[in-house]
């Protein structure tokens, strides 16, 4: 029996879906705010309100039935979460306190949430109207060697599916934080002749710059 692979929009209403996407996030990226705020943060409001208002564009990757892969993006690079406030105000109130009591060592990350300065470049990029940002994209482990094509894995036709939903709404630039540490990230960017530009927010980051026609 050949294998099968599609990729489909991520439905926040269903449960296997959720759980993926914040398995895979939670994997990737240990330390971002997001997972350190924990299930119910995500769970209850970033992947449950933000993909319905449409600051978040997710795509998940299904291959032989299963889900493993996904990819999440934002039109709104430098105002993501400060843009969904008024509209959840009360929401996320609850779902932040909630959190807070439930995990009291996470007033610390926001506090350090409240310090962040978001890198001027970013704006730049949103206020273009023409840059969209790649947030998380990650592969299950046990399929992070498969591919789909001659030449491509899954991670790389998650990524052209997504530029194409962009490109064919007048997007050109690909932005995205990334910590210089994230060799696997700078590397998997890099195949597709990206430029990085140092952040002036955070010594130990850069500012992804990637022509969207790169990503053929």
């Given at each position: 029996m050949?294998?099968?692979?599609?990729?489909?929009?991520?439905?926040?209403?269903?449960?296997?879906?959720m759980d993926l996407i914040c398995a895979i996030h939670s994997d990737v990226l240990p330390d971002s705010f997001v997972v350190e705020m924990g299930n119910i943060f995500m769970k209850q409001f970033y992947y449950k309100c933000l993909p319905k208002i449409g600051s978040l564009k997710c795509f998940l990757a299904r291959y032989n039935g299963k889900y493993v892969g996904m990819i999440v993006t934002n039109?709104?690079?430098?105002?993501?979460?400060?843009?969904?406030?008024?509209i959840y105000f009360w929401?996320?109130?609850?779902?932040?306190?909630?959190?807070?009591?439930?995990?009291?060592?996470?007033?610390?990350?926001?506090?350090?949430?409240?310090?962040?300065?978001?890198?001027?470049?970013?704006?730049?990029m949103e206020d273009s109207k023409t840059a969209f940002e790649i947030l998380t994209i990650g592969v299950l482990n046990d399929y992070r060697k498969v591919y789909i094509t001659e030449k491509e894995k899954i991670s790389h036709k998650i990524l052209k599916h997504a530029v194409n939903e962009y490109k064919n709404n007048g997007y050109k630039k690909?932005?995205?934080?990334?910590?210089?540490?994230?060799?696997?990230?700078?590397?998997?960017?890099?195949?597709f002749n990206a430029n990085f530009v140092?952040?002036?927010?955070?010594?130990?980051?850069v500012i992804l710059d990637l022509n969207i026609e790169n990503v053929k």
């Open positions: 050949a294998d099968t692979f599609e990729i489909v929009v991520f439905n926040p209403d269903d449960k296997e879906q039109k709104k690079p430098f105002s993501l979460i400060r843009s969904a406030i008024p929401r996320i109130s609850f779902v932040m306190s909630t959190a807070m009591i439930t995990g009291p060592k996470r007033i610390k990350t926001i506090l350090n949430l409240l310090k962040y300065k978001p890198d001027p470049l970013l704006k730049t690909i932005t995205g934080q990334i910590l210089k540490s994230n060799r696997m990230a700078l590397g998997f960017y890099e195949t140092q952040s002036t927010t955070n010594e130990g980051g």
